[in-house]
């Protein structure tokens, strides 16, 4: 079932900005990445699907409840991470998660439990009784994530969870999110202005650019096998591409050590280490080539 | 769920799925506004963050205990105060608690963007502003609630008319509900377009203390010139001067001298006023709230 179904979904505000235009869509269950440069209508998107701000025309469901109508009952079952600082520096990560846990309909006894998971799942351990205000930024995300996980929603919209933090904070929060798809069995709504974050722990990609859609696939589909080898070797790239030609391999030299060579069948790669045997030159590399996300883009921007 | 069988460790990462009850709006409602009023007097907060409200209801607490102490132990046939001028009496002392409680209570959810964390869950808008107003209606009624029922327990341990300070108390505590009901009003809208908090506090406490000071002296000048129903009306511009009206002319205190607006009318006017200052409390903070973007 998808989680998420945007219908032809526009939002302008004042007639004059368009904020989102013709939106269609369906997020199926799983980890969807939501890509687009800043001002793209990423944040907006969210605000319509969480029922907070009225689309102009077109509609949208989130497991399978209408955002038009049905907002307090989408928000019941959805959790939020905001892009933004929202934490309260004088409450202890426990105190808050526990009240937000309580404010999403939880008992307290209940509140308190799953505060207490959610908190060890994303690695803060004896600093949740310390006050948020001298937590580093990974820990201040490490806390908006909780809080979206606390009352065990079907589905976490998270509003560029990766902001501010170091390459090492980036890899854990990446893992996490992983690992709530795959592990937890809540789907994710991930948005990124970066393409390559994503491919990793998506298996859905939907990129915007200026409200409109570009493009909405699975990653698989996005990053699949192409019908080419790369070939690294030792130097030399030029005469072994040449070598290729002359027996009717399609090859072309990329660089002095690397070249790009058409896969035709299992004889190519018979054809690839005679050439280099016969030029005496080492081969460092030998791999399929695989689409990148990046590829969505360049083939948007300059179609072939 | 476990995993680790590459490693040959058992961790248990697992995450446990919710099956319990969810509870609904009245709940929610409820576990906010309690939170917010235990908030007010520094219950679930740190330690420091008691310090304050504790001690001015400990000493607006303490005269209230004398004065019946020594009315238990001197015998006398009446209490020495009205249960309706107690709080008026002490009002320097519940502005400051006001000043100090109100912001904590709305500024902070508002500066730090807390308040998208609630408006991304099921509350509404009017449910979160209905339990800020409740909570600090509330405090406000404890702190100046407990002295009127020390005095009350006094004046029946004492073995005074029980008639006559039954209704008394309860005339008290129906002027401190419409008492904290404005103070609330007021200082829960000022805190909510004053984000930052020492602003608010400096705001919140001028504003109650200058209007006072502006009403008690247009009503002494209006007095001595002899123009007694404008001495009246000035009640107008304070809200413990208003409510001080509204007790004596609806509630029936005595007025003890002060200065009263002429007849049914004078009333009636400042009943009204008492509600718009909530009504027009009530719709600002709605406006001011969905403005807020999560």
């Not at chain 1, 969807?32 to 699907?49: E, P």
Request: contains cysteine; neutral net charge.
């Amino acid at each position: 079932m998808s989680t998420v179904v945007l219908r032809d979904l526009t939002k302008t505000y004042g007639g004059k900005v368009t904020a989102l235009s013709g939106l269609s869509a369906e997020l199926p269950a799983g980890v969807t990445g939501l890509v687009g440069a800043n001002g793209a209508g990423k944040s907006t998107l969210i605000r319509i699907l969480l029922g907070l701000t009225p689309a102009t025309s077109g509609g949208a469901s989130v497991l399978g409840l209408d955002v038009a109508t049905q907002g307090p009952e989408i928000r019941g079952r959805v959790g939020y991470m905001p892009e933004h600082d929202c934490l309260p520096p004088d409450m202890t990560a426990t105190e808050l998660v526990v009240h937000l846990g309580r404010m999403s309909g939880l008992p307290m006894t209940a509140a308190r439990e799953r505060t207490a998971d959610i908190l060890r799942l994303v690695s803060l351990h004896e600093e949740r009784y310390r006050p948020i205000g001298g937590y580093s930024t990974g820990m201040r995300q490490r806390v908006k994530l909780a809080q979206a996980l606390v009352h065990d929603p079907a589905l976490v919209l998270l509003d560029e969870p990766t902001n501010g933090l170091d390459p090492a904070g980036r890899d854990d929060m990446l893992d996490l999110i992983a690992r709530i798809g795959a592990l937890f069995g809540i789907s994710v709504v991930v948005t990124s202005h970066l393409m390559g974050e994503l491919e990793r722990v998506c298996q859905h990609i939907v990129v915007i650019d200026g409200g409109r859609l570009l493009r909405s696939a699975s990653t698989v589909d996005v990053t699949a096998v192409t019908g080419r080898l790369l070939v690294e070797v030792g130097d030399r790239a030029t005469e072994v591409a040449a070598h290729l030609v002359a027996v009717g391999v399609g090859a072309r030299a990329i660089s002095a050590q690397s070249l790009d060579v058409e896969l035709v069948d299992d004889a190519t790669y018979d054809h690839i280490r005679d050439a280099v045997v016969d030029l005496g030159v080492p081969m460092v590399r030998l791999q399929r080539a695989r689409h990148h996300m990046v590829d969505l883009f360049r083939d948007e921007q300059e179609p072939a | 769920m476990t995993s680790g069988a590459d490693t040959g460790a058992i961790h248990d990462i697992g995450y446990r799925k919710y099956d319990g009850p969810r509870l609904g709006s009245a709940y929610v409602f409820r576990a906010l506004t309690l939170n917010s009023l235990r908030g007010t007097f520094g219950l679930g907060r740190s330690a420091r963050s008691k310090v304050m409200p504790m001690l001015l209801l400990a000493i607006l607490t303490v005269p209230a205990l004398l004065i019946a102490g020594i009315a238990v132990i001197g015998g006398a046939e009446k209490l020495p105060v009205d249960y309706t001028a107690y709080a008026i009496n002490l009002q320097v002392l519940v502005s400051v608690f006001v000043a100090a409680q109100a912001p904590q209570l709305v500024s902070r959810d508002l500066r730090h963007r807390v308040v998208g964390l609630y408006f991304s869950r099921p509350m509404s808008h009017g449910d979160y502003v209905r339990a800020k107003l409740l909570a600090m209606t509330g405090a406000i009624l404890v702190l100046t609630g407990l002295p009127l029922l020390v005095l009350y327990v006094g004046a029946l341990l004492g073995k005074m008319s029980i008639g006559s300070n039954t209704q008394g108390f309860l005339r008290g505590l129906a002027g401190a509900v419409v008492l904290s009901a404005v103070l609330a009003a007021i200082s829960v809208t000022m805190s909510a377009f004053t984000t930052r908090r020492g602003l608010g506090v400096a705001a919140i406490v001028t504003v109650l203390l200058v209007l006072s000071g502006v009403s008690g002296t247009v009503s002494a000048i209006a007095e001595q010139q002899g123009n007694s129903s404008l001495a009246g009306w000035a009640g107008l511009l304070s809200p413990y001067s208003l409510v001080y009206v509204v007790e004596a002319k609806v509630l029936g205190a005595d007025a003890n001298g002060a200065s009263m607006p002429p007849g049914a009318i004078g009333g009636v006017v400042f009943c009204l006023a008492a509600v718009a200052i909530v009504a027009g409390a009530y719709a600002l903070l709605m406006l001011r709230y969905r403005r807020v973007s999560v």
